[in-house]
């Protein structure tokens, strides 16, 4: 396997600062310095790795409220689950019924992939994954 390691993965988001405070606020990320690109976004870092948000106030073909864990998305990796899903909940997230709330988590304990993962959208309807995979 050639030595290769995930950089970045670059997101598209309408409202820039609505979606830099979703990932600091979501996810603890930092804003990193970004060179002065054409277009606008921010960097933000992830113990080591980046994602890119890129203003892009068309948005995307998404048009799905609903999560869609086929749907493209990225994932998170963390050693404790439970510590990040509790920390959603605090943040106001959580599992209702109303598939298309953007607050609501999908969350799967035990699922077919034999370890935890959770899903959830950011502003723009991009779907999030957490995972506790080993």
């Not at 820039?16 to 990932?23: G, I, K, M, P």
């Not at 930092?30 to 113990?47: I, K, M, V, Y």
């Not at 998170?76 to 109303?98: K, N, S, V």
Request: glycine share 6%; hydrophobic share 40%; aromatic share 12%.
């Amino acid at each position: 396997m050639l030595d290769l390691r995930l950089h970045h993965v670059s997101i598209v988001v309408t409202d820039l600062e609505r979606s830099v405070a979703f990932y600091q606020k979501a996810f603890g990320l930092e804003r990193l310095p970004r060179p002065p690109f054409r277009t606008q976004g921010a960097w933000l870092d992830c113990h080591g790795q980046q994602i890119h948000l890129i203003l892009y106030p068309q948005g995307t073909y998404r048009a799905n409220e609903a999560i869609d864990n086929n749907d493209v998305h990225f994932s998170f990796h963390t050693r404790d689950f439970y510590a990040i899903l509790d920390h959603l909940l605090a943040q106001g997230f959580h599992e209702g019924p109303d598939a298309n709330d953007p607050m609501r988590l999908y969350v799967l304990r035990d699922g077919p992939a034999g370890f935890p993962q959770l899903y959830l959208r950011d502003p723009d309807r991009n779907v999030v994954e957490v995972n506790g995979a080993p």
